[in-house]
């Protein structure tokens, strides 16, 4: 069974940073695809970012594109999420997903099976 735990969030001030990490556990971390989203009160889920199963390819949505790092460990089998330069917009709860088998790295919600309970970052201005 794939289980996604997430850890990291907290409370931070505009300008500020924090890094998402989330561990997975099941099979071979080295095949799956990672992604993080995130769902902001009152607002539908968006994608965050996304990293290739072997790490050569990263996607980011334009709203966090300069700002955010994903990253990934396989010896850890964690991939993190580095913020910087935090925006009070940024609040939401962050989600870790994983899909084994693509390869690439996708932005797109519905191809990944596997999800996490989900973190609370707020961003206080």
């Known amino acids: 069974q794939v289980r996604l735990e997430e850890s990291g969030g907290g409370l931070v001030q505009a300008g500020g940073s924090l890094t998402l990490l989330c561990t997975v556990s099941?099979?071979?971390?080295?095949?799956?695809?990672l992604g993080w989203f995130r769902r902001a009160p009152g607002k539908d889920r968006e994608p965050v970012a996304s990293?290739?199963?072997?790490?050569?390819?990263?996607l980011y949505a334009d709203s966090v594109s300069g700002r955010f790092t994903i990253s990934r460990d396989n010896a850890k089998t964690t991939v993190y999420l580095q913020m910087n330069n935090l925006e009070p917009e940024d609040t939401a709860v962050y989600y870790c997903?994983?899909?084994?088998?693509?390869?690439?790295?996708?932005?797109?919600?519905?191809?990944?099976?596997?999800w996490g309970q989900g973190t609370q970052v707020t961003v206080s201005s």
């Open positions: 990293i290739s199963s072997r790490g050569d390819k990263v």
């Open positions: 099941g099979r071979a971390f080295y095949a799956y695809t």
């Open positions: 997903a994983a899909e084994v088998g693509l390869g690439r790295a996708t932005l797109r919600p519905r191809e990944y099976a596997y």
